[in-house]
C-alpha cells in the first residue's frame, strides 16, 4: 500500500504561485511514477504534470511554461510548482503514483483545492 498526502492548495490571485507538496509513504519501493492530476467541477479528471523513476517529466499543453514537477527522492515528496496561475487552474489538484508492472496499481491523495480568484 502506498499513501499519498497533497499539500499547499489555497486561494491565490490571477498571476500568483503556489507550490503543492505530495508526501508518500508505505511501499514506496514499487513506485514506478508520480504525478498531478486535476479536477474541476462538471469536468473529467486530467492528467497536470508527471514524472517518472528516470526523471523525465510530461505537463499537459495547458500549463507547459507555468508548471514544473519535480522531486525529492531522500524526502519521498514530489512537487508541484505553479506560476502565472490562471482562474481556470482552479479545481481540486489530486497526486497520483503508479506501482507495479504487468499488473498496475494507482494510488490516489486526497486532493487539495486550488483557488485561482482574484
Known amino acids: 500500500q502506498v499513501q499519498l498526502v497533497e499539500s499547499g492548495g489555497g486561494l491565490v490571485q490571477p498571476g500568483g504561485s503556489l507550490r503543492l507538496s505530495c508526501a508518500a509513504s508505505g511501499s514506496i519501493f514499487s513506485i514506478n511514477a508520480m504525478g498531478w492530476y486535476r479536477q474541476a467541477p462538471g469536468k473529467q479528471r486530467e492528467l497536470v504534470a508527471a514524472i517518472t523513476s528516470g526523471g523525465s517529466t510530461n505537463y499537459a499543453d495547458s500549463v507547459k511554461g507555468r508548471f514544473t514537477i519535480s522531486r525529492d527522492n531522500a524526502k519521498n515528496t514530489v512537487y508541484l510548482q505553479m506560476n502565472s496561475l490562471k482562474p481556470e487552474d482552479t479545481a481540486v489538484y489530486y497526486c497520483?503514483?503508479?506501482?507495479?508492472?504487468?499488473?498496475?496499481?494507482?494510488?490516489w491523495g486526497q486532493g487539495t483545492q486550488v483557488t485561482v480568484s482574484s
Open positions: 497520483n503514483a503508479v506501482a507495479g508492472g504487468k499488473l498496475r496499481y494507482d494510488y
